[in-house]
């Protein structure tokens, strides 16, 4: 009587193990994202006047950084190196004029979808925070969402960039 229990227990374990390797089996492969730095869209009154500047781009990398660190931790996603894009709109910082290029560049760095966030200024007090997600292979998006930051400073703009990838992206099946 006392094995019983022992040989239960064993049955038990050896079952546990089996249906956690099916689930690992039956888990996706992550998503090869290229996750380009954000950039700056500037409609306010001011930008013929006064041109981007080091805060302004320290906002946008903390924004960029906020992303790709959220991106990483969710296993959803496995972020492709995209320092090594040779494109001119890539290095100007340009990709949300080049009307989808970015999927080709994501294409040549072995990704399946690309990214792009845009944050767009629209007063000094008003901006937008915007992601884009494109297939690669056809060049579609396949996601597309924004916030509104009201009375923020720049400094807000890392806030919005979290609030989207945590709220829209990692929430939705995509």
């Known amino acids: 009587m006392r094995g019983i229990p022992l040989i239960l227990a064993s049955v038990m374990m050896a079952a546990g193990f089996q249906v956690a390797a099916a689930e690992q089996a039956a ?7 290229a996750l380009f730095p954000f950039e700056l869209e500037d409609f306010s009154a001011a930008a ?3 041109p981007p500047d080091d805060i302004d781009r320290e906002q946008l990398r903390l924004s960029t ?9 969710s296993g959803r996603y496995k ?18 004029d080049c009307n989808g290029c970015e999927a080709k560049i994501a294409a040549g760095l072995d990704a399946d979808q690309s990214m792009i966030g845009i944050v767009t200024r629209i007063s000094r007090t008003d901006y937008a925070v915007t992601y884009k997600i494109r297939d690669v292979r056809s060049g579609a998006l396949v996601d597309v969402e924004q916030t509104d930051l ?3 400073a720049n400094s807000a703009w890392s806030r919005g960039a979290r609030w989207l990838i945590q709220r ?4 939705s099946a995509n």
Request: no cysteine; net charge negative.
């Open 27 to 33: 888990a996706p492969a992550p998503i090869r994202l």
């Open 48 to 50: 013929a006047y006064i």
């Open 65 to 73: 950084d906020e992303a790709r660190r959220l991106i990483a931790e």
């Open 79 to 96: 972020l492709v190196d995209v320092g090594a894009a040779d494109d001119e709109a890539a290095k100007a910082g340009k990709l949300h």
């Open 150 to 152: 009201r009375a923020g």
């Open 168 to 171: 829209r992206l990692l929430e």
